[in-house]
């Protein structure tokens, strides 16, 4: 799976850029605030239309301008395919593959995969519990077309759930709609409850192990997945996760009324990491957090190569200047396959690394080094 080239108009600080990729390693070098996470991000939004630092898509398009465009031309599962996104202030996005507009994100799915780290990556153990579904949730949207649409209803119903609790005691009759937007939730929520325990199932084989090469064989990495108490087997059909959430759901009812919120669901999973068979997030050192996190992003990778058969496209964002020498080391060693896009400010540093094509990015323009 390859990005052969991209093409970008008014995204975040391009004017216009332009660029074809090697297959293998590209390194996008320049100074900071030039535009190198800005590639890797448009590169990412045509993976699953979303940004790792955006809320709304508004925030991607160029200052002064109503509209931006992402173009790329790529190579998956030995077809060329052609993804667009056109990104409007004010309208909903539209997506196409080959020219044919894409109705949800969820379609993307298959069609370009990436796994993106980048420094505030590190600090994914040591963070709340909603940085390690968001890594998961980015995760599985890109493989289960399912589970992204699931996810998408799920947040959005949340949202409408929520005015409710925190209005009806002012407007009792909003209540009324309570038990139709919590059965729905459920029905969404026992999606992705099924899919989480499958792929956390599945990080459980695939990270100790890298752990374990990263410290030298000095920790033991585990992972677990905490979801609502009522669910016995969370890796059970979705069809008998729906009657345990709903219990869950009206046990906390009288709760939910008096809190104003949405207590019971998904929304308060947690992807729980041990080193050693201790808490991570509140005992391990700053180095083991952040060979966890390591393990899990290149975990996340080789998942994806198992699923579908060609890596990912491994976009890693300045993240090396973040790591120790070994840590370094260990990351250039196991991306010897597939493409992979590196930003960074001196890419001499890089020389190690196998064949490949360099750019340098100023002030939003994307050079060929």
Not at 58 to 80: C, M, N, P, Q, W
Not at 111 to 121: A, K, W
Not at 204 to 212: C, G, K, L, N, R
């Amino acid at each position: 799976m390859t990005v052969d080239q991209i093409s970008l108009d008014f995204f975040r600080n391009y004017v216009h850029g332009e660029a074809r990729f090697h297959p293998g390693v590209n390194v996008i070098a320049g100074e900071n605030a030039q535009g190198k996470t800005n590639l890797l991000e448009a590169v990412a939004y045509l993976s699953s239309a979303s940004s790792h630092r955006a809320r709304y898509d508004r925030e991607l398009i160029r200052h002064g301008v109503d509209s931006a465009f992402v173009k790329a031309e790529l190579t998956s599962r030995g077809r060329k395919m052609v993804l667009e996104a056109d990104l409007h202030r004010g309208t909903r996005r539209r997506l196409r593959s080959n020219g044919v507009g894409l109705k949800t994100a969820g379609e993307l799915s298959g069609i370009l995969n990436t796994v993106l780290f980048c420094p505030e990556d590190l600090y994914l153990i040591r963070e709340g519990a909603e940085a390690r579904r968001r890594f998961l949730d980015g995760c599985i949207c890109q493989l289960r077309p399912r589970y992204a649409r699931a996810l998408a209803e799920y947040k959005r119903l949340y949202q409408h759930k929520t005015r409710i609790l925190k209005d009806g005691e002012q407007h009792p009759s909003l209540l009324d709609a309570l038990d139709d937007f919590s059965l729905r939730m459920a029905q969404c929520g026992a999606v992705i409850v099924h899919y989480r325990a499958h792929f956390v199932k599945r990080l459980s084989e695939a990270a100790p192990p890298i752990h374990a090469d990263c410290s030298g064989g000095r920790e033991r990495l585990g992972l677990r997945y905490d979801t609502v108490s009522a669910v016995t087997d969370p890796e059970a059909p979705p069809r008998e996760l729906l009657p345990q959430l709903l219990a869950h759901q009206e046990a906390h009812r009288e709760a939910e009324l008096r809190a104003k919120s949405c207590l019971s669901g998904p929304h308060k999973d947690e992807l729980a990491v041990e080193i050693n068979g201790e808490c991570a997030k509140a005992y391990a050192s700053q180095g083991q957090t952040r060979t966890a996190a390591l393990a899990l992003k290149l975990a996340a990778r080789d998942i994806f190569r198992q699923e579908t058969g060609e890596w990912p496209v491994l976009l890693l964002d300045d993240v090396l200047s973040e790591l120790d020498l070994r840590r370094q080391e260990f990351v250039l060693n196991r991306i010897t396959s597939g493409q992979v896009f590196i930003t960074c400010c001196e890419e001499e540093k890089l020389a190690r690394l196998r064949e490949g094509r360099a750019f340098h990015v100023r002030d939003g323009v994307l050079y060929e080094a």
